[in-house]
């Protein structure tokens, strides 16, 4: 953070060049609920000698960059013991709606499923959620708590999920 606290990057697309990459230390990685906000085992390491160059002058319009997403089997596979916050893409197969939540099964282009549990209370989301859950469209659902359990592991939604329908990525492409 250092390196770039006067720096204004807000909206601008950048390469990096001249860093190191480094063994990720759980203990230092921030936080929600004691999950972990990442889903790497290394980490960018920034130096004196790292350069930045814009890439371009500005993020082009209804441009939507999204991170390397792990396959569900990855996610069903996944031995650590940390808990992880994480992102998935999946076509809904099965969805029913609950008390105050939706419960619905995502399988990606591997064939595997889980279990995904969105809590929303605000009421134009929980509308959006009924119809794209009724159409089993393919999501990108971002920042979900991955909990484990000896008898199935499940998504959980937490204040910073968000759901894109149909997103223009190669992981929604495969499905």
């Known amino acids: 953070m250092q390196f770039f606290k006067d720096m204004n990057l807000v909206g601008i697309m950048f390469v990096h060049k001249h860093f190191q990459r480094e063994k990720f230390d759980y203990q230092e990685w921030p936080k929600h609920e004691n999950y972990l906000l990442v889903w790497s085992e290394f980490k960018i390491v920034f130096t004196k000698h790292t350069k930045l160059i814009q890439f371009n002058s500005h993020v082009p319009r209804g441009f939507r960059m999204y991170p390397l997403v792990p396959s569900i089997k990855n ?4 031995t650590r013991y940390e808990k992880i916050i994480t992102d998935v893409v999946g076509k809904i197969v099965e969805g029913e709606r609950r008390f105050g939540h939706f419960l619905m099964d995502l399988q990606d282009f591997t064939g595997h499923t889980i279990q995904l ?3 929303d209370s605000r009421q134009i989301q929980m509308v959006k959620t009924f119809r794209v859950m009724l159409r089993k469209s393919i999501v990108y659902v971002s920042l979900v708590k991955f909990v ?3 008898d199935s592991n499940i998504l959980r939604s937490t204040v910073f999920t968000t759901i894109v329908i149909q997103p223009n990525m190669p992981e929604a492409h495969a499905i």
């Open 75 to 78: 996610i069903l596979d996944d």
């Open 148 to 150: 484990r359990s000896l």
């Open 117 to 119: 549990s969105l809590y």
